[in-house]
Nanobody, 116 residues
Framework: QVHLVESGGALVQPGGSLTLSCAAS????????MNWYRQAPGKERELIAA????????NYADSVKGRFAISRDNAKKMLYLQMNGLKPEDTAVYFC?????????WGQGTQVTVSS
């Protein structure tokens, strides 16, 4: 059974940092492209960071470029999102996503709130 479990969400002050983690199981993690999405209240889910299976191709949304870093550890079946310089507009539920051809897996999300 496929599982993607995010962790690390929290309440943080503007300018702070957080690292989100996503633990994968039930599929061949090392073959999948992995992504981080986020969804703020009243807004559509948006793709913010993507990494291919071999970590050779990484892309970011303009809104997080230069502040966030996506990484993965295929041996541990883990995906990470290092978030620095957090802003109130980064407040959202953050989702881990794994994709390979027609397979598209989602975690349940973790809440990040940026507020003073």
């Amino acid at each position: 059974q496929v599982h993607l479990v995010e962790s690390g969400g929290a309440l943080v002050q503007p300018g702070g940092s957080l690292t989100l983690s996503c633990a994968a199981s039930g599929f061949t993690f090392s073959r999948y492209a992995m992504n981080w999405y986020r969804q703020a209240p009243g807004k559509e889910r948006e793709l913010i960071a993507a990494i291919n299976a071999g970590s050779t191709i990484i892309n970011y949304a303009d809104s997080v470029k230069g502040r966030f870093a996506i990484s993965r550890d295929n041996a541990k079946k883990m995906l990470y999102l290092q978030m620095n310089g957090l802003k109130p507009e980064d407040t959202a539920v953050y989702f881990c996503n794994g994709r390979l051809v027609s397979n598209n897996y989602w975690g349940q999300g973790t809440q990040v709130t940026v507020s003073s």
